[in-house]
């Protein structure tokens, strides 16, 4: 039986989606959507924007105003979107190698900006859509179809980076985490300005085969086996916490918003 | 069809381009067409810089000065780079501190304008305008009142009194001499 | 401000103000020389007018944002020099590709690569048709004067929300920095395009359908009650991917016929003496100028030389030029490259007439007297 909130929020007749079994990505999709539906948002106030990558194929799937653009850019044209209508809320779906590479730049800079928009990180460490290529963060050591000999990069962490430039919402759950994850997505749509949440996601097809991490459901089992939420990890002692990482809320100090900022320059010159 | 080509050069910082814009201007007041240009490039570095005007009756098509009828000179380095295609008929306004080569033109002023702004009117920075009022006055480019409001246009909110000042002191170093 | 007073401006600062007159309120930017001008303009002038600038990360991103800004209903526009304009290419693209009505401004510098950012250039002739990747339509435009420089970005406008697609306006770095005298027309008097939005409710609304003979389609803003779908993959008329070669025949041919069935309507020229004309002068932007004056001085002499000057570029004025070609006994064609326009000449031509280059790409301008030599070499 399909739930409501396929019915009410999917493009019923775009499924099935692409994404192979086990993967993690529509266990992310489903918690933006319930996020969505819990914060009652206008549909037609809605964009979804995306990038390119498995994950950005989402907005095809979802029954808003969607926005599927190029390799990296997805923040830059819904920068645009939200300073030409500020009215609108935005939630721009990307993946690891689409924001922390390829799009890192407009990363930092939205959350430099502090713009209202939430972005979620679908991150499965690896471009899945090209064949498994390793990605920005792909663990150092681990293998990818173009790290054969293991991986020599070191590892971005995409909270970490976001808080560093700037973002006043920075969280982070996993796919095993579904119901935390929704409520880390919601509260980031509630926070004014930029927000991001890093949804750790699996790979069983690439990542997970390249690396022998076992099938999908020892994925996940990692994942509940590695994460420590925020909370208990300030009363852990630090050996407890090795090889561990973090998933909650990890950053909010809300801060002025981009597009309300802009807005005061154009009353003020009303005025005047 | 009457068109006169000037060419005004001196240092970067000097002004010289908004002193080219002043003098389009005040030619546009006065009823005729004008064209400015900027040189940018590699002959703006190394301290020398120019803005171009030129004045028509008719249109104007090809934007940049050939052979300037008139030609300010506000350092020896402008000079000795842009005086070289100086019209036959030309007109020479240069400040006293340079030395002008021996060059073919109908008439070389060497004038105090740099000094001027600096002690008379009080300021160096305006030695663009007092170089208008100089300009001017020798060659009745524009009408005097054009240039005026050109100036006053243009120039910083406060400062008019200042530069309405520099004009007359450039017109007035001509009949000093 | 009244505008019908004759007054000094200038071409970049004429090009931003013709773009708020044709309803920009949308100003996405990055700086670069020289074209800085239009982005500083725009930070002062759009949020008096209501409108948002914003001051991109990069070229990249200017144009991302410009897109987004024109699915939000605003018409948006962004303005470079060759160095960004490479890096804009693959947000162009998607424009084409989804139809997104915005206008890009290249102020041509000297290149390849960094080139020479403080001279003239007109050397991104074929990256203006061709820059992006795949077939894609283009609408190319070159103003020659401060005054054009309005009136064209005015017409990019249009010609971009017509047939919904990016339009590029080409000037160069003597277009972009000169000033001159210009009397604009009045606000009221200048005729404004706008998209055409949705005229069925959201339900029946397909955001790609359109009379596949190059037709355009409808377009409401995101926000507005319908919720459809832009993608960069090959589409089918409900705005989904599709893979399905008829489909992307349908779509390719539709985007390339929207600009060959209304090349009457795109195609903008100026002629110039030519019919007694046995050499014709073809030349574009602020080397047209130089022609002219150049033209003049043959004329004077007795020497029977016409004046062609595309305004639009890009579709070329084929027909136009083979009709010249039929009478003419020589084209000049002067330009600041090293003969990009002219091979799209000599294919038109075909061999009917000669065909001769004057090529610069030093940074220098072309001047009327190297134009004049060259029609005195050629008699």
Known sequence: ?272 | MSSTEIRLSGSGGQGLLLCGIILAEAAILDGKNAVQTQSYGPEARGGASKSEVIISDGDIYYPKVRKPDIFLALTQEAYDKYVGSISKEGIIIADQSVEVSDVKCAKIYCLPILDTAKNDVGRIMVANIVALGTINEITSLVSPEALERAVLNRVPKGTEELNRKALVAGKEICNNK | MTNNQAKLMQGNEACLEGAIAAGMRFFAGYPITPSTEIAEGASERLPMVGGKFIQMEDEIGSMAAVIGASLAGLKAMTATSGPGMSLKLENIGYASLTEIPCVIVNVQRGGPSTGLPTSPAQADIMQARWGAHGDHPSIVLYPASVSEAYSVTVTAFNLAEKYRMPVILLMDEVMGHMRERVVLPDAKDLQIVNREKASVPPEEYLPYKADPDGGVPEMPAFGEGYRYHVTGLIHSENGFPTTDAKKTATLLNRLMKKIDNNLDDIVKYQEDSLDDAKIVLIAYGSTARSAKSAMDMAREQGIPVGLFRPITIWPFAEDKVKEIAGKAEKIIVPEMNLGQYRSEIERAVAGKCEVIGINRADGEIITPEDIYEKIKGVL
């Open chain 1, 1 to 272: 039986m399909t739930s409501n909130l396929v019915k009410n929020y999917f493009r019923m007749d775009k499924l099935p989606h692409i994404w192979c079994p086990g993967c993690g990505h529509g266990i992310i999709t489903r918690a933006v959507m319930k996020a969505i539906d819990e914060l009652k948002l206008d549909k037609d106030k809605v964009c979804i924007v995306s990038g390119i990558g498995c994950s950005s194929r989402a907005s095809g799937y979802l029954d808003f105003n969607t926005l599927h653009t190029t390799h990296g850019r997805a923040l830059a044209y819904a920068t645009g979107l939200k300073h030409a209508n500020p009215d609108l809320e935005i939630i721009v779906i990307t993946g690891d190698g689409d924001c922390s590479a390829i799009g890192g730049n407009h990363l930092i800079h939205a959350a430099r900006r502090n713009i209202g928009i939430t972005a979620v990180a679908y991150n499965n460490n690896i471009y899945g859509m090209t064949g498994g290529q390793y990605s920005p963060t792909t663990p150092t050591g681990d293998k990818g179809t173009t790290a054969p000999y293991g991986n020599v990069d070191k590892v971005f962490d995409i909270c970490t980076l976001a808080q560093a430039a700037g973002a006043s919402y920075t969280a982070r759950a996993t796919v095993y985490h579904a119901q935390l994850l929704t409520k880390l997505i919601k509260n980031g749509i509630l926070n004014k300005g930029f927000s991001i949440i890093d949804a750790v996601s699996v790979c069983p097809t690439y990542y997970g085969r390249k690396n022998k991490k076992g099938d999908a459901v020892k994925m996940m089992e990692w994942l509940k086996d590695h994460a420590v939420n925020v909370s208990a990890a300030t009363k852990l002692p630090e050996e407890k916490l090795a090889g561990k990482f973090l998933i909650g809320e990890l950053y909010h100090n809300p801060q002025p918003e981009y597009t309300e900022e802009y807005k005061k320059i154009i009353e003020s010159l009303r005025r005047g």
